[in-house]
């Protein structure tokens, strides 16, 4: 892609480990290691009674170990919302040193083992891998991936790895993987003006951020999409508009067009062109088009959206896999839904940027991370209920980090079903 960085521009202080030195090298994780370097006990086999800290001490331990297929923790993406991007099989090249990860969407880029990160820190390739700068995410944050290791009888293995966006794909035993059978996500047109999240509530939906990111993740992904779509535009590129990824105008000969202002698509962005249309696809709801307990089922009428921007004390490496789980079940549960229905749109290092304007300044003076994130199918009544004190309460509960501040809280009625295809 021609927004990737050039080749050695952002990892020229990295040092790749020899394979020679691998082979000698012992890898031993101690359980004290730095908690920031490892993934969340995700998938730790209590029942055989060993520690996740068990690592390997051979090269050849170390390969056999990383080597394997995973697909993505079902607690953040159930088997209804699951796609081909979230099964994976990672392979090692010995010539060239380095693994490879593929999905079945037979995209795939290299992972490479290291001794030091960019910074010059040690590391080991025992507690994280290199991801290629050829990886399409490699631009929005995803330079190492995290490895989570433990003992499976006698044998060291990865048992957690992170993938894009910190989300944690876990080991296939058996057939667990062959079993699964996602389906390739099936985009649309949005109308004109019209958010993704809005285009999937109006079809009884659930909007798939995951899908939606891809579709922006290059221009000519974009392009390919849209004319699958029936359409056959000429001209198009990547502009800073805002994050609505890709799109399509219908203007002049037809344009693709992938937006991308300070970070990836969100599912809530909104165009303000009413003739571009966004690239979306949508997932079932979990329990089909069942409501929340909380609901009556005839009285949609008094459902409503909350989006809200969120400042929490936390960096884009702690704000882990484990902790958004957590994070998402204090919000359902101070709203009065499902898990389900808590959608993290977008996570960014605390800074002004859209829709923040009017916090400005609160963002500057304090670190941390923004969160955008909507909670779906909420009933008027707990709406009311959704303020900082009672999220609090209930993040405290969750073992969270109480909210610094809202940066933004909007609650909006779901749109009509407009005329995208």
Same mark, same amino acid.
């Given at each position: 892609?021609?927004? #990737? ?5 952002? *990892? ?14 012992? #890898?031993?994780?101690?359980?004290? $290691? ?5 993934? =969340? &006990?995700? !998938?730790?086999?209590? $029942? ?24 993505? !923790? ?58 290629? *700068? ?47 059978? =996602? ?17 999937? +509530? ?23 999409? *849209? ?10 590129? /990547? ?14 000969? @037809? ?8 970070? =990836? ?21 979990? @329990?089909? /088009? ?21 400042? #929490?004390?936390?960096? #884009? ?8 789980? +957590? ?29 923040? /304007? ?16 909507? *909670? ?8 009311? @209920?959704?303020?900082?004190? +009672?999220?609090? &309460? ?28």
């Amino acid at each position: 892609s021609s927004h #990737l960085p050039a080749p050695g521009a952002t *990892i020229l202080r990295m040092r790749r480990v020899p394979l020679a030195l691998l082979a000698v090298i012992a #890898l031993h994780v101690g359980c004290a $290691a730095d908690e920031s370097d490892t993934l =969340p &006990a995700a !998938d730790c086999d209590k $029942a055989t009674g060993q520690t996740a800290c068990d690592g390997p001490s051979t090269h050849a331990e170390f390969v056999a170990g990383v080597v394997g297929k995973y697909k993505i !923790d079902e607690v953040l993406y159930p088997p209804a919302r699951q796609n081909l991007w979230h099964f994976v099989t990672i392979t090692w090249d010995e010539e060239n040193g380095e693994f490879t990860w593929r999905n079945r969407a037979n995209k795939k880029w290299s992972l490479h083992p290291l001794e030091q990160d960019r910074d010059g820190d040690e590391v080991g390739p025992h507690k994280r891998l290199a991801v290629g *700068i050829e990886c399409p995410y490699y631009e929005t944050g995803h330079e190492y991936a995290k490895l989570r290791w433990t003992r499976y009888g006698n044998m060291p293995e990865v048992t957690v790895i992170q993938g894009p966006w910190n989300e944690a794909y876990l080991r296939c035993r058996d057939d667990a993987c062959d079993s699964s059978s =996602p389906v390739a996500p099936v985009y649309f047109l949005a109308a004109g003006g019209e958010s993704c999240f809005a285009a999937c +509530a109006a079809r009884s939906a659930e909007c798939d951020l995951t899908a939606i990111q891809h579709a922006a993740t290059t221009v000519q992904i974009c392009k390919g999409i *849209i004319e699958s779509l029936g359409k056959q535009p000429e001209k198009g590129g /990547q502009y800073p508009d805002d994050n609505s990824g890709c799109t399509y105008h219908p203007g002049q000969t @037809g344009w693709y067009q992938v937006m991308k202002k300070d970070g =990836p698509p969100t599912c809530a962005e909104v165009n303000a062109d009413s003739s571009r249309r966004r690239v979306c696809t949508c997932t079932e709801k979990e @329990g089909g /088009q069942e409501k929340d307990a909380s609901v009556s089922s005839t009285d949609t009428t008094q459902l409503v959206a909350i989006n809200m921007i969120i400042h #929490l004390p936390y960096t #884009l490496s702690t704000f882990t896999s484990d902790v958004q789980r +957590a994070f998402k079940r204090a919000l359902a549960d101070t709203a009065g839904v499902k898990e389900s229905k808590v959608v993290i749109n977008s996570i960014n290092p605390a800074g002004p940027s859209r829709r923040q /304007q009017q916090a400005q300044q609160q963002a500057k003076t304090q670190a941390g991370i923004t969160v955008d994130v909507t *909670i779906a199918d909420v009933s008027k009544a707990a709406s009311a @209920g959704v303020t900082k004190t +009672a999220l609090n &309460a209930n993040l405290r509960k969750n073992e969270v980090r109480k909210i610094i501040e809202f940066l933004s809280s909007e609650t909006k009625e779901p749109a009509k079903k407009g005329k995208g295809e």
